[in-house]
């Protein structure tokens, strides 16, 4: 959730630290803050808000010449977003940044209040530096009483500490939140992800749980969780920042829903065959038992899982159940070794899906995550992983991880029915040819987004917006009302559409708006009752089809599609579109949303 950077070396430390967390500003914007330790010199600044305030506040300071310093930008957990609350948190001579959630934060406390120590803060966090220092207070050296420190913490960390008493070190811990170390030029990087330290670090190490360690210099020791000193090999950063700009568009979000087309050609890529799907990470033999799947995932990818579903239940007639992460976690689900445990995530970070997985691993299950980002902690639990190749999503309303993961799980229905022998090469050449046309579907036509800019001004008010549609359709329906709800602070749900009759409709007025997912390809007749039912009770209706529909207020019209999910795809964009006109014209901050964070990695 938060993002964390570190840095050890000569280098103007404070632009460092900025500049990375700049990058990590989406995990969390609610404040920031930077520590450096120069020789013996203490200095730190933090500001409330987003990362320009705290440049603001530092900007006639500079940290040239040998020195630690540790960044941290924040999203509140325990404790209102202000000054006393933003990281990094003091004691009399450490400092600490922390992102996770010491869940046994209060006793910790309270024992320490017990011994005169007086907090700050209203953070989980401040009791590390406490506890540390006390350590340090009882004789011990500073590693040694950084253990001591983190063998008393319960919950998901990934911490960074500095201390005047070797100013010279940076001394780390990661469990459960991720973090990585970089290597440059006699220098070490920490960041909470890759993204901080592009352009700066050659090789990067990432962190396993129960590691820790120091940094002196440019060295590193590590230590692994059973406390063994651990030798560690380090892999090359590659990537540039360039894809990670706007490009031009006016936000993040906006790049990104343009960027579906072309992005899903990468995900295709060296997978579609002319005449079946290939998956060169999942071995032969991967499914080879396999008698259903589990998914489990949060948000956006609870949305592509639930399609997904659909897609495999019709397409390789296995069953498929999907289930909320955050709810599977306490169920006490009954699980058999025979099902195949899927987790989609954009981030790979998600701690409700992390750990759903680690709970089916422990079940027995073979795993297998579709995720976005390489080497991150999903994918890294998994048996094997297939990534969306979406590249770096930085709105933190998700577009372009959505269309990629729908459309590689698409896919892998189709690999499941090769395997299983469920479908002819015939049909497996039709969904091909389908595959190969969705980037076009994918494109945004500025006619269309003219159109729907003008749209935008009258969904503005209101008592509240239905998303309705049928079959798979109705998780895009779910999705579009989720991303409208996420940048424009208007209620929206997304219903079933064969639901509404049975309690929804008594809201039915002129004030409710209805966005009916109505494809040429799938129900058509039966969605068009629906929406009739809802027109005959004077709710607003704004109807996405191919097929004009005399009902409706306001009309979008999508292409005649022969296919299911060029449909789908083709919708996705429509209301993708329509949340951000609708929230660029309330005036929100699209790209950062209040009170959500990009990646979730807390519970
Ligand atoms: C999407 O717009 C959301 N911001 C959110 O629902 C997100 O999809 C969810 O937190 C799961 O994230 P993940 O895909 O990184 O696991």
């Known amino acids: 959730m938060c993002g964390i950077v570190g840095y050890v070396g000569d280098k103007e430390k404070k632009e460092i630290l900025i500049d990375g967390l700049r990058e990590l500003e989406y995990r969390g914007y609610d404040s920031a803050g930077i520590a450096v330790i120069n020789s013996d010199t203490l200095t730190h600044f933090k500001a409330v808000g987003k990362l320009s305030n705290l440049e603001e506040k530092s900007s006639s300071f500079t940290s040239d010449g040998f020195g630690v310093a540790i960044g941290h930008t924040r999203w509140a957990t325990h404790g209102k977003p202000n000054e006393l609350n933003a990281h990094p948190h003091l004691g009399k001579k450490s400092y600490v940044v922390h992102n996770g959630i010491i869940e046994n934060y209060t006793a910790l406390k309270d024992e320490l209040i017990d011994g005169g120590v007086e907090f700050l803060s209203q953070t989980d966090t401040e009791v590390i530096v406490h506890l540390f220092e006390r350590e340090l207070n009882s004789g ?6 950084f253990k001591a420190t983190i063998s008393k913490l319960h919950g998901a960390y990934a911490t960074l500490l500095i201390t005047k008493d070797e100013p010279d070190r940076i001394f780390f811990a990661k469990n459960g939140s991720p973090m990585l170390i970089g290597f440059g030029d006699n220098e070490v990087y920490f960041a909470s992800s890759d993204t901080a330290v592009i352009g700066k670090a050659d090789s990067v190490y990432y962190l396993e749980d129960g590691e820790y360690g120091f940094a002196k210099g440019d060295e590193v020791e590590l230590y692994d969780i059973d406390g063994n000193r651990k030798d560690f090999t380090t892999i090359p950063l590659s990537g540039d920042k360039l894809s990670a700009q706007k490009d031009g568009f006016r936000f993040f979000m906006e790049k990104e829903i343009y960027e579906q087309s072309s992005v899903v050609v990468d995900t295709m890529m060296g997978r579609v065959l002319d005449k079946r799907i290939e998956f060169e990470e999942i071995s032969e033999d991967f499914f080879d038992g396999i008698e259903s799947i589990k998914i489990c995932a949060c948000g956006t990818s609870y949305h592509s899982a639930l399609s997904a579903s659909y897609l495999f239940e019709r397409i390789a007639k296995i069953r498929c159940d999907v289930e909320i992460a955050s709810e599977f976690r306490y169920k006490e689900p009954l699980l058999s070794s025979n099902t195949l445990f899927i987790t ?5 970070e998600t701690a409700d899906t992390l750990e759903a997985l680690k709970m089916a691993k422990r079940a027995g299950l073979k795993s ?4 976005n980002v390489d080497n991150s902690s999903i994918v890294r639990e998994s048996d094997a992983a297939l990534l969306t190749r979406a590249g770096v999503e930085k709105g933190v309303a998700s577009t372009k991880a959505f269309a990629t993961q729908t459309l590689l799980l698409w896919m ?7 395997k299983r022998g ?3 090469s015939e049909f497996l050449e039709s969904e091909i040819e389908a595959l190969r046309k969705s980037p076009n579907s994918l494109k945004v036509e500025s006619r269309l987004h003219d159109k729907i800019h003008r749209l935008s001004k009258r969904y503005l008010h209101g008592h ?4 309705i549609g049928r079959d798979i359709f109705f998780p895009l329906a779910l999705e579009g009302a989720l991303k409208l709800k996420e940048i424009s602070y208007l209620h929206a749900e997304g219903y079933p ?3 509404m009759k049975h309690g929804p409709i008594a809201l039915a007025d002129s004030e409710l708006f209805t966005i009916a997912l109505m494809p040429k390809t799938l ?3 039966k969605i068009k009752s629906n929406v009739e039912e809802l027109s005959a009770r004077d709710t607003t209706i704004l109807a996405i089809s191919p097929e004009e529909f005399e009902l409706a207020d306001d009309f979008i019209k999508t292409e005649s599609s022969s296919h299911v999910m060029l449909e789908f795809f083709e919708m996705m964009v429509v209301t993708q579109l329509l949340a951000l006109e609708i929230s660029v014209r309330l005036g929100n901050d699209v790209d950062m949303p209040r009170n959500l964070a990009k990646s979730v990695t807390v519970e």
């Open 140 to 145: 011990k050296l500073a590693f040694e009483a």
């Open 344 to 348: 989609i995530s954009q981030s790979g």
């Open 368 to 371: 297998l995550s579709i995720c």
């Open 412 to 418: 892998l229905s189709l690999y499941v029915a090769q």
């Open 422 to 424: 469920v479908v002819d």
């Open 464 to 467: 509240g917006f239905f998303f």
């Open 497 to 499: 559409a064969g639901e």
């Open 523 to 525: 129900l058509y007749d």
